[in-house]
């Protein structure tokens, strides 16, 4: 079964400044997704980024990029010029791509706070 | 831009009555999920939905959960006899997996069990 580990329960990060949320995941799979999506205080999920197994280069939009690191299983998320908003609570999420349906596998989450 | 909407937003009810949590998908998506998250624990997977029929479900999902899509737009979630450790936020989440495979959430049902 596939497990994702976020090992920073929570982190706390200077308004500009930059951040980076760690993330691990075990599969026996090759072909996957990773994500990481938002809850803010309103608890919806909202996806931040997502990263295919298969390609190489790290995903980028806009101040969040990942880290991709498929042999060492690592997909951490780093926040560069961090906003007030940013405030939330951030789950790495795994997905199989190879079956007949796409369940998300979630980590139990980083809580970052900015200050301002 | 089009969203997956929930009601209600916020459900209390007593140990052992029946609930019924409704999702209305994004229009033209095929997946449906719902997932559980109780309160200061990880989002966790309850059951996937596609072509009307269950396609996985975890071992949360026991024999109390049903899932159905009545009318071809609402998807809901029931649960025939409440227990208290089922009080948590439930969100149903779609995807149009044949292009993305991306899941779109909705804001999500609290409910609670008293």
């Known amino acids: 079964a596939q497990t994702v580990t976020q090992s920073q329960p929570e982190m706390s990060v200077q308004e500009a400044e930059t951040v980076t949320l760690s993330c691990t995941y075990d599969?026996?799979?090759?072909?996957?997704?990773l994500f990481w999506y938002k809850q803010p205080p309103s608890r919806q999920m909202i996806l931040v980024i997502r990263?295919?197994?298969?390609?190489?280069q790290n995903a980028t939009e806009n101040r969040f990029s990942v880290n991709f690191q498929k042999a060492a299983k690592s997909f951490s998320l780093k926040i560069s010029d961090s906003q007030l908003g940013d405030a939330a609570m951030y789950f790495c999420?795994?997905?199989?791509?190879?079956?007949?349906?796409?369940?998300?596998?979630f980590g139990k989450g980083t809580l970052l706070t900015v200050n301002p | 831009e089009p969203e997956v909407t929930q009601t209600p937003s916020h459900q209390v009810t007593q140990m052992g009555q029946e609930v019924i949590l409704r999702c209305v998908p994004i229009?033209?998506?095929?997946?449906f999920y719902w997932y559980r998250q109780i309160l200061g624990q990880k989002v966790e997977f309850l059951v996937s939905?596609?072509?009307?029929?269950?396609?996985?479900k975890s071992e949360i999902f026991d024999d109390q959960f049903s899932v159905e899509r009545p009318d071809g737009s609402n998807f809901t979630l029931k649960i025939r006899s409440t227990k208290l450790e089922d009080s948590a936020m439930y969100f149903c989440?779609?995807?149009?997996?044949?292009?993305?495979?991306?899941?779109?959430f909705g804001p999500g049902t609290r409910l609670t069990v008293t």
């Open positions: 599969t026996s799979e090759s072909d996957y997704y």
């Open positions: 990263q295919e197994a298969y390609k190489q």
């Open positions: 999420a795994y997905e199989y791509s190879g079956g007949s349906n796409y369940k998300l596998t």
């Open positions: 989440a779609t995807g149009l997996a044949a292009i993305s495979y991306e899941q779109y």
């Open positions: 229009s033209n998506h095929l997946y």
């Open positions: 939905f596609y072509n009307n029929e269950i396609s996985e």
